[in-house]
């Protein structure tokens, strides 16, 4: 057991959601998982994560908050063949929603299973039945309505069973005013109406209703919205409906902060909640991989498929060749983006986070990606192109913010103290916003779109581990030098010293076995490699070296080289541009929860320095509440060392200067943890007179924070969150 890696235990309350159904063939890494090409994960969206939930909604909303709680959906997937198993196991006080496959070949066992390990708390959904049947199963329902009624009718039982004292329920929405529910026509809206209801306990009750019965007035009203959308293809119109569905949610946690109902461990943390942005990008290189895996009646159209969308979500494609290459792209887009909404709609449950879907980008971004494709990369970022490198960058997230963001959006992201999760294979980070790149004021984590199936498991390993950095962190912490080579030789005696002072374990691995041999024998909570990286064009993957000898993403997960914590000080590790899956994914697929990569090459001398920082950094960090969580940290770390590689370059050239003297230095990191400083301090050093940004390679938007490293607090901060939050 790594150090603070523990199970996560819901509530007694807590509703348990399993899908069941055959294991299925792998897809392609940009097809979405067999398994929720279906209506489970829009089902589940209906429904609450816990039985208290349905009588004062808003009461749970401010425990989970009040006790600093990551409280998502207990979702799990249990294949047939190992149903039983589980069921054997399963705790018999909670309640559990079993989804059904009535396509699976072995539906008959599956049934049989069910029945004998039934009981009261247990309630049945079976769906893709093409049959009309009557119910096969005790406590079957027949949609979300008649599950909430069952929970409803039966309440005295089930508190019973469930072992927790009674307390009566009934059902109540806890906001009132006009039109706070009105459902939205455009889809990428309704991931946060669901939302919301789901807060505010506004659940629906009764027989199921038949979806595919759409009245007159919904047919004219999203005819109307759809005209007026293809009228005005570059407005933000739409983006505008998002937005305030998102403030809705944003409404309950600004509630709790100006109600005072939560007490802030630091005045500077942020009070509302990660908000979780979904930029859906359609990746050139996967048009070499068409021939493979792919279902036979998309084959022959995939070709055609070219996903983009303008600023008003309007598509962008050439015409299709007929009406069936038209329905076979059509399908795979709305395939893909039901499940990246309904995906993002699950991450949201940690937090309650409101979720904002921008325009899909596609062909129109690519001649300003390929300035950053792993063959060019080492040209961009040559010391001579130090400014063109920033440049480049500059003017990519330019283009990205005009594409995606309305003034509104802007606004909103610009002027709120918040962390950002991204669900994007595009480098969100380099978002200008004013001129500033996002990730110079904001803390920014992201979920690599490609491969799809990450997207799922990256939300399974949260939901069913939680991890806090412990106080001794750096006693479970594992420095891998991987390259015997001169230039990142002459750091090692350094980072020893630093390493030996904290208790750090130091390895030299100049082979993959040696480097297996270390992580058995360690166990790491953190794990630093500190080696070459790759590209390996023929499978558009990352790899990284250990002497000679070549790690590849299946040899990671072949051998299960991972931690909760991985920092990757490694050259163009999951490059953004030219690959399809990257080493970095393979991290998540043995248990690692937040992965610190490279989009471009580093310098081995600042790629060294900024990781011994990291060490020094981690030793305060870990004993005093600075940080909330792994993001914070992290992302901290990076801005620091844009800013103090300015000082250091403007020092040597001016030791004289009190502009550039370390007091200056010292003064600007300790306003950079303030989130409503960091704009007013890159403006000072990119438009005066002293130290300036542009004189060094912006390494600092080199890498990415790859997972929820949101949701991975420290063991200090959640001790002083609890003391000060009593409950």
């Not at 480098?427 to 904001?442: K, N, Q, S």
């Not at 939300?459 to 806090?468: A, G, K, N």
């Not at 870990?622 to 993001?631: A, K, V, Y």
Request: hydrophobic share 40%; charged share 20%.
């Amino acid at each position: 057991m790594h150090g603070r890696l523990t199970y996560r235990y819901g509530q007694r309350s807590s509703i348990y959601y399993v899908l069941v159904m055959d294991e299925q063939p792998k897809t392609r890494s940009f097809i979405p998982p067999v398994e929720f090409q279906n209506e489970i994960l829009r089902f589940l969206s209906y429904l609450p994560k816990d039985i208290m939930q349905i009588s004062d909604s808003l009461t749970f909303y401010e425990l989970i908050q009040c006790n600093a709680l990551d409280d998502p959906y207990r979702f799990h997937i249990k294949y047939s063949l190992n149903l039983e198993e589980y069921l054997k196991f399963m705790p018999v006080n909670r309640p559990y929603l079993f989804f059904v496959d009535m396509q699976s070949v072995h539906q008959h066992k599956v049934i049989e299973l069910l029945k004998k390990h039934h009981t009261d708390l247990r309630f049945y959904y079976c769906f893709a039945d093409k049959k009309s049947v009557p119910n096969i199963l005790p406590n079957q329902i027949d949609g979300p309505g008649r599950f909430m009624q069952y929970l409803y009718e039966k309440q005295e039982a089930l508190f019973s069973l469930m072992g927790v004292p009674y307390q009566p329920l009934a059902p109540e929405t806890a906001i009132g005013w006009p039109n706070f529910y009105e459902f939205p026509d455009f889809v990428p809206a309704q991931v946060n109406y669901r939302i919301a209801n789901s807060i505010t306990g506004n659940y629906y009750y009764g027989e199921a209703k038949d979806e595919k019965a759409i009245t007159e007035d919904q047919i004219l009203a999203h005819s109307q919205a759809s005209g007026d959308a293809q009228k005005d293809p570059h407005g933000f119109a739409r983006q505008l409906l998002i937005i305030e569905q998102a403030d809705k949610i944003d409404f309950f946690a600004e509630t709790c902060f100006d109600e005072k109902l939560i007490t802030q461990v630091n005045e500077i943390d942020p009070f509302l909640v990660p908000l979780i942005l979904v930029v859906p990008f359609q990746n050139p290189d996967m048009k070499d991989l068409l021939s493979e895996g792919i279902r036979s009646e998309y084959k022959e159209h995939l070709s055609e498929l070219d996903f983009e969308q303008t600023e008003n979500y309007i598509h962008l494609a050439k015409p299709p060749k007929n009406v069936k290459a038209f329905l076979a792209g059509s399908n795979l887009i709305g395939i893909k983006t039901q499940y990246m909404d309904d995906v993002a709609f699950l991450h949201s449950s940690f937090n309650s986070s409101p979720v904002i879907r921008l325009p899909g980008q596609g062909k129109t971004m690519y001649r300003s990606l390929s300035f950053f494709h792993s063959d060019a990369a080492g040209r961009l970022i040559a010391p001579g192109n130090r400014n063109k490198t920033l440049k480049t960058i500059q003017s990519f997230g330019q283009q990205l913010r005009r594409r995606t963001l309305s003034q509104e959006l802007t606004e909103k992201i610009r002027e709120e103290n918040r962390q950002l999760v991204a669900i994007s294979d595009l480098p969100v980070e380099w978002m200008d916003i004013d001129g500033i790149p996002l990730a110079f004021t904001h803390d920014v984590c992201r979920l690599p779109e490609t491969a799809l199936h990450g997207l799922m498991a990256n939300f399974v390993s949260h939901e069913q581990w939680q991890y806090w950095v412990p106080q001794d962190i750096l006693k479970k912490t594992l420095v891998v030098f991987g390259s015997d080579e001169p230039a990142f030789r002459k750091w090692y005696p350094v980072v020893q010293m630093t390493g030996e002072k904290h208790g750090v374990v130091m390895k030299e691995c100049f082979s993959i076995d040696a480097l297996r041999q270390a992580i058995a024998e360690v166990k790491p909570d953190l794990l630093i490699i500190d080696s070459h990286g790759g590209f390996d064009k023929a499978d558009k993957t990352s790899v990284l070296y250990f002497g000679k000898e070549r790690l590849t993403g299946d040899l990671v997960v072949k051998l299960g080289i991972s931690a909760p914590l991985v920092f990757l000080s490694a050259c163009s590790t999951a490059p953004t541009y030219g690959t399809i899956d990257t080493i970095a994914n393979a991290f998540f697929e043995v248990g690692a929860l937040s992965v610190t990569t490279t989009y471009l090459p580093i310098g081995v001398d600042s790629g060294s320095v900024l990781y011994i920082r990291m060490l020094n950094n981690l030793a305060t960090a870990s004993i005093s509440p600075m940080h909330q969580n792994w993001l914070a940290f992290v992302s901290h770390l990076l801005r620091t060392s844009a800013v103090g590689a300015a000082y250091r370059h403007y020092y040597g050239k001016h030791p004289d200067d009190p502009l550039g003297a370390p007091q200056a230095q010292a003064d600007d990191y300790t306003y950079l943890q303030s989130f409503y400083h960091r704009r007013k301090i890159y403006q000072k050093l990119t438009g005066g007179t002293g130290p300036n940004l542009a004189a060094a390679i912006p390494e600092y938007l080199f890498y990415s924070i790859l997972g929820r490293a949101d949701l991975i607090k420290f063991e200090i901060w959640i001790d002083k969150f609890r003391e000060a939050n009593p409950v």
